[in-house]
């Protein structure tokens, strides 16, 4: 089955509010931050509001299971130049793991992390060495680490660092991969040649280790180790090649997120306000590429 869906907000109404996004968009799963991506300020989880969330999920066949949680960006595991705020990123990860066993969801999609003044290296050991505090056998909670595109430090964004992590994490059961296409495309991969890049992944890694795909076009060239998303279909990757990711034999029961970017009034309006994922995920679910796309979004959110 096609467990597709996009990343959506965690405000208000909190998880409910998420599946109400999700629902508006038609999808069957989704992605959400506890709060801001940027920072780590969270409130407490209402669990009035979950179980209101949980059976609306119920009714409209949302399996919990396939639903995905995203830690911020600015925790960093790779570095541990100053420890104070690398035993801060430890335990606010262990928290957001919380946060997520109290909600019932098992995925938590982390950023490896950056190696800024240290060797790449280091910056590995640092995050082994975190996520082996981090990671508890009892929890039912998975962390998957993204695929990353290489930009600046960036940790994680080949096949081998991941593989030198993961080879050297004690909780084997507690830890996967999301990949990214975006990613992927930015650090070198032709999502053309997909299958040569899951044969290789399988080798290193194994297919099994991966829990959670995010779907994005890229704005920028191969291994540009740039990560800037593109909506689907506008980019360098394609239509058909995402097509080819997203209804990939082996990857069929693995949730599918996308992340492209919220569309403007105009295409030179810098202010991003409509969400395109009603309509990327229809266009998906068609496997027919619209080239009305933004005009269709624009159209349907105007009034
Ligand atoms: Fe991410
Ligand atoms: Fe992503
Ligand atoms: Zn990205």
């Not at 997520?100 to 003044?117: D, F, M, R, W, Y």
């Not at 060495?129 to 964004?157: F, H, P, R, W, Y």
């Not at 975006?182 to 650090?187: E, G, I, P």
Request: a neutral charge; hydrophobic letters at 35%.
């Amino acid at each position: 089955m096609l467990i597709l869906g996009s990343h959506v907000h965690f405000n208000q109404e909190q998880l409910l509010g998420s599946v109400k996004e999700a629902l508006s968009y038609n999808a069957n799963t989704f992605m959400f931050y506890t709060g801001a991506p940027q920072n780590t300020v969270r409130k407490p989880i209402n669990d009035n509001l979950s179980l209101e969330a949980l059976k609306l999920m119920k009714e409209n066949n949302i399996d919990l299971k396939n639903i995905i949680c995203h830690a911020p960006y600015i925790v960093n595991l790779a570095n541990k130049n100053d420890l104070s705020k690398w035993n801060f990123s430890i335990d606010f990860i262990k928290n957001e793991l919380s946060r997520c066993e109290n909600l019932g969801i098992t995925k938590l999609v982390l950023h490896p992390g950056s190696a800024v003044k240290i060797t790449k290296k280091e910056g590995l050991d640092n995050i082994i060495d975190g996520l082996n505090i981090i990671l508890n056998k009892n929890s039912s909670v998975k962390i998957l680490l993204e695929t990353m595109a290489g930009k600046g430090n960036e940790c994680g964004s080949t096949l081998d660092e991941l593989k030198y992590i993961l080879d050297n994490i004690k909780e084997k059961n507690n830890i996967g991969i999301c990949l990214d296409t975006c990613h992927l495309n930015d650090s070198g991969i032709e999502i053309s040649h997909f299958d040569d890049y899951l044969k290789e992944f399988d080798q290193k890694i194994g297919i099994d280790k991966i829990y959670c795909i995010h779907i994005n076009d890229s704005k920028n060239i191969i291994a540009s180790h740039k990560d800037r998303h593109e909506n689907i279909g506008l980019g360098t990757i394609g239509f058909e090649n995402l097509l080819n990711v997203i209804y990939h034999k082996k990857l069929e029961n693995i949730p599918k997120i996308l992340e492209t970017p919220y569309i403007g009034k105009t295409n030179l309006d810098k202010e991003r306000l409509y969400p395109p994922y009603k309509f990327e995920i229809e266009m998906i679910k068609n496997k027919k590429y619209d080239s009305n796309l933004l005009d269709k979004v624009r159209d349907f959110y105007k009034n």
